[in-house]
């Protein structure tokens, strides 16, 4: 029978989580099949419950449950915990499991971009599920400095408390920063625009966008268009998706040119 596995999240439609997932398992010839699935919030607890039954394998979470699945869960890994960020749901010996692979992903990607680190200052847009994976990578690369800056100031605050070095930005305000984040959900919809004073930003800086679909915001588009190296969160996710397949297959599928290629439109 073939296993079941799932991404859960809301909105859902721009996951490309089921193309990856299930191109990796056909090439190691796993008997499974992954989906995608628009979840409600008050649907978490039965989806749960479907893991523990084994009706359901593997479940990877995405905006904007990352955080809300939590209570859910049995026992937390190291990372997820650090984090109270979850994105991988597995059941071992009877326990439901909450893992974080965001966090190995962002650092892969942003290693691979080959950039010194250490005496860079991040300037981190949003507070939500995904942010402290973020920062918790950034700081296993030594970052010397982290802002954040969010609509919502409380929930700055929130994330502040968590990590006190962390500095916060009024929200509409600038700061003088080496590398930019987009880590909200602002450009899921090709028309979406965060309000940024792009033409003040002086060039040679890195806008990196967390969204991988589409493939260029409209933040990475402005970031290209005053000067700065831009790159989207395909990396990212191919990494986080990588150690989410080793997590319930056992298997390291392989990340090469198709994989890329697999992901364009
Ligand atoms: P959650 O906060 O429930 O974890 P998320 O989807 O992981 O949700 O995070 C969404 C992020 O995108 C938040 O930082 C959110 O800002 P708020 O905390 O103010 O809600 C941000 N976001 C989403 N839509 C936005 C918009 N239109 N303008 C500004 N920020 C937005």
Do not use: C
């Not at 209570?71 to 749901?89: C, G, H, M, R, Y």
């Not at 290693?111 to 860079?120: A, G």
């Not at 800056?149 to 009024?170: C, Q, W, Y």
């Amino acid at each position: 029978m073939n296993k079941k596995f799932l991404v859960i999240g809301n909105p859902i439609e721009h996951s490309l989580s089921p193309k990856l997932h299930n191109y990796w398992i056909k090439k190691n010839n796993i008997k499974a099949l992954y989906e995608k699935k628009l979840l409600k919030e008050e649907e978490i607890e039965k989806l749960i419950l479907e893991i523990k039954e084994e009706k359901i394998h593997g479940v990877n979470i995405t905006i904007p449950f990352k955080k809300k699945v939590i209570p859910f869960l049995d026992l937390l890994t190291d990372e997820a915990s650090k984090s109270q960020s979850v994105n991988t749901i597995y059941k071992i010996k009877d326990k439901i499991i909450g893992d974080n692979t965001d966090i190995e992903g962002f650092k892969v990607a942003l290693e691979k971009t080959n950039q010194i680190i250490n005496d860079k200052t991040v300037l981190i847009i949003g507070a939500g599920g995904v942010v402290p994976s973020i920062i918790i990578a950034l700081k296993k690369l030594k970052i010397k400095k982290i802002f954040i800056t969010n609509r919502t100031e409380a929930k700055a605050v929130e994330m502040r408390n968590s990590f006190p070095e962390l500095g916060i930005v009024d929200w509409g305000k600038m700061i003088n920063f080496d590398i930019i984040i987009n880590a909200t959900s602002i450009g899921l919809n090709e028309k979406d625009k965060i309000k940024l004073d792009y033409e003040n930003i002086s060039k040679n800086k890195f806008f990196y966008d967390i969204i991988y679909n589409p493939e260029e915001t409209d933040f990475l588009k402005k970031g290209k268009k005053f000067g700065a190296r831009v790159e989207n969160g395909k990396t990212m996710f191919v990494h986080q998706a990588q150690k989410a397949f080793f997590i319930w297959h056992g298997i390291l599928p392989e990340i090469d040119k198709e994989t890329f290629n697999l992901l364009r439109a």
